[in-house]
Every structure is written in structure tokens, then in C-alpha cells.
DNA sequence: AACGGTCCTTGCGCTGCGACAAAGAGCGCG
DNA sequence: CGCGCTCTTTGTCGCAGCGCAAGGACCGTT
């Protein structure tokens, strides 16, 4: 159910694709097509060989690793407007996770042989390219360096508001993350267990911090989630 | 004291610039000057405007990155051969991390300003810094997955491993790590703290692994280490 | 409206590992 | 050649947070 013709008033504002002539996008956008994604359904799995890439245009993915143990964790959230499943930067020929629909989602996806001609033929979507990837290796840095130094708690209060910033809609009362993020998910991404994430929610509940619902969660005092993250704890009792 | 001649021969058999044809490789050279950094001094430090960008010919460099708490993490280690301090890559105007010199080190350096002609005039430079980057971000992704699902031992038999094939040199009775490495430098590499570190240390040499002395280690069972970096572990007592 | 599936909560006991402490060992410097 | 510094070892102790377990809430389905 591909549409083959793409709305270039949709691609035109993406940062990515910003700095790139009428003419260079429809070069960019011939062999491109848009797919839909149910909540729940799976963009490319871990392992798989890259046969595409891609840019989400609307909806909210995860990606995660499988550890050869079995575990899970999510390595990243793919934001409207990112590129994602690009092995071929990384110098792979498989995907090194799985992106999953955490919401309903619509993908532009490309087969990976256009990857070397593009790249090639348009140099600003190479450095476009290089800071995207850029981008993700300092968060990952970021992340190594609280997981390496900071206690759970605040990792979680990290976590949270990193969604806050990137997905966060603002609402009476709070900002809402607008798509389904259950504990578990978060446990996942501050390398921590389901169990810890739901106590520490509720303690954040009960300080009026936070309202968590199944899969739901509004923040109702981000200056405060501040503070915990940043080690002002140790009141309770 | 920069020398102001580069020995192409140096250059050309990095993987980065091999496929530079040569007169290319004389205009990437053309205002790199190498530099030489005795044990312990700094390139740059974070924080610091990034005013050049470097290779490494010779030695090894640690990469520091202090917590606002002050804490140290090592975010990597430079190997001969590797870009480093590419802020422009990572679109940033300082350096988010300290890089100081594990042994005694040369390096290639070029002032930043460099940077955009030079990968804007050779698209296999730009491809390369692109690859640079791709796998440091799959290593920072490894290390997110280790941290998050497995505990100290194996993530410190993990980070020796790794640092085995990165900087390992054979030897009569193991693989020496080769170059100053303290117990102290792996737990900020790992997570944990120098006295855990001593700890397994201990262990794997009553257990015939390692042979670890003052900024020294000797490898001389990594078939066993391998087996304990996958979990084979838990028959002590 | 009953049912199964998913997601969430909470209590309890155990333990890996960090905090603290104190002393030993190797190295460089004056 | 001895002094001080840095790096290392080893022990003891306490606790954050994980594993386990059981139960409850909410959701979509037929």
C-alpha cells in the first residue's frame, strides 16, 4: 500500500533536507515511498540485512538490542523527522536493532542502493548524514556517562525528561508524553528493572511530580524532575 | 616544536586516507602539523574552544569526560590511526571531552578552519569521518547494552578484551596491553570503582587469566576471559 | 459480561558492589 | 638513597536495587 507519489511539502521542512535545492530533492525523493506502520508493528528487525532506509514522518519509534542472552534495552526514540536504519553509514549490511511502531507511524523509506548515489551526489546530505550520527553519539555518551556515574533514580528522572524535550506536548496541568510508553520501555532505556521504574513513579506521584497511567505519563512539575536529576533527593522519609 | 614536513609514507596507509588519490593527500596535508605530547599532558581539554582537529601517528590517548559532580568517565581510547577532537563532525564549538596521552604520543593536527574546505573538497574524506563516527557510535551502543543488562565482571572482562584487540601485543606467555593502563582508568571505563576492579583483578590472577601489575597487564588466558566476558562464571567459592 | 492478555503495584529477602579504611608497593625526584 | 606520591591490595560493612512472588487494574474481544 505504498504511495508512490511523495508531498514534498512535507519532506521541504525537515532539518535534514533544508539546505537542498527544488531540483536535488526530487532527485532525493525519485525511488522513495511511504508506508504505514501499525502501532506495535516492526520497521526492520535486528539482524536482517538492510535492504532499506528511512525517515519517519509521523508516529514515534523504538529501537531496540537483544542482548545474545535474551535481554532487551531500547537503544534509542525515533522522533518525527530522523533518519533511522541507515546501516550503511555504520558500514553494515544488517540492521543492528529492531524499530518498532510505539504509536502508529508513517516511514519514507528508500531501497539502501540509492544510499552511495545519494550520498555522493548531494554533499550537504552527507554532512546532514555525519551530524545526525554525530547527534546520536553524544547522547550516547551522555548515557554511558550517567549509567557509569549516576544512582537509578536519577537516570529515570534523566530518561523522562529527554522525552519531555524531544516528545513532549504541552497541557493543562503539565506536559504530556504524546505517545504510549510503558514502564518497562523506560526500565529499558536507564538499565534498570520494571520494578524499580514503578516504585520510583509512585514515590514521584505521591511528591506530585509526575501523573503515571498505563502507558501514559505527564509530567506535572519538570522543574522539580530537575532537581532529582540532578541529585537533590534524599529528603524522603 | 611542530614539524612542518609530513612524511607522506606516514600518512598513506591510514585507512581514512587511503583512498585519497595523491595529489588529494597533499592538499589535506597541506597545513597539518604534528605535534609531539609526552605521557600524562593534555591535547585539549573539555570545554575548550575546538581550535584544530588530529589524527594519532604514535601512542595512545585516553578521552576523559568529568560529570558536573565531577566525576570521571573514559569515553574512549585513541588508537594510532585515529581521528579525534572533530568537533565540527559532532557540530559542536568545543570539545565535549578531555584527550591526554597514555603514553607518549604524536599527533597530526590541522586548525578547524580546515575542516569544511577539507570535507567539502574530498567527498572520501567526508565518507570516511562518516564510517569514524558510525563506529564509535556502535561501540558507545555495545558498551549502553553491556552497562545496562550485565554486571561488573563481565563488563570489565568485556572492556579488556576489547582493549586486547585494540592495543594488545603479543607476547612469550599472553598478550601484553601496551601502553600505562591503572586499575582506576578500567573502572571509569566500566562503571565501577578501582576497589572492584583490584577485586577481580585478584581473582582472575589466582585463576591464572591475567597477570596485572602497576599500569601493566598481561593477558594470558583470553580464551578464559572471553568464556567469563559471556557469563561463565558463578563457581567460585 | 465474562475472559484473557497486558501492564502496573507492592512487599520481602538477598546480594553485588560501593563506601570507608588502612596499609603496602613501586616509581620518580631531589 | 630516602622521601613522598601515586597506584594497588585487602578487609569490613551497609544498602540500593534486583529477583521473586502475588495480586490488582485496565483493555480489547467475543
Redo the contacts with the bound molecule.
Sequence with gaps: MPTPTIDKAVIRPLPLFSSLADAELDDVLAGAVSRRIAQGEAVFEQGQPASHFYVLLHGRLKVHQVTPAGQQVIVRIVNPGDLFGIAKALRRTDYPGTAIAAADSVVLTWPMERWDPLIAAHPSLALGVMHTVGARLQDAHTRIREMATE???RRVAHAVLRLVQQSGKKEPGGIRIDFP?????I?EMT?????????I??AW?SAGLVE?????LLVRDPHGLVLVSEGMTRERR
Excluded: C, M, P, Y
Excluded at 538499565?191 to 516504585?199: A, C, E, F, Q, Y
Excluded at 503515571?212 to 501514559?216: C, D, H, L, N
Design positions: 544512582e537509578v533514580e510508553i510503558s514502564r518497562q520501555d526500565a538499565g534498570t528493572t520494571l520494578h524499580t521504574v514503578s516504585r513513579f509512585s506521584e503515571a497511567g498505563r502507558q501514559k
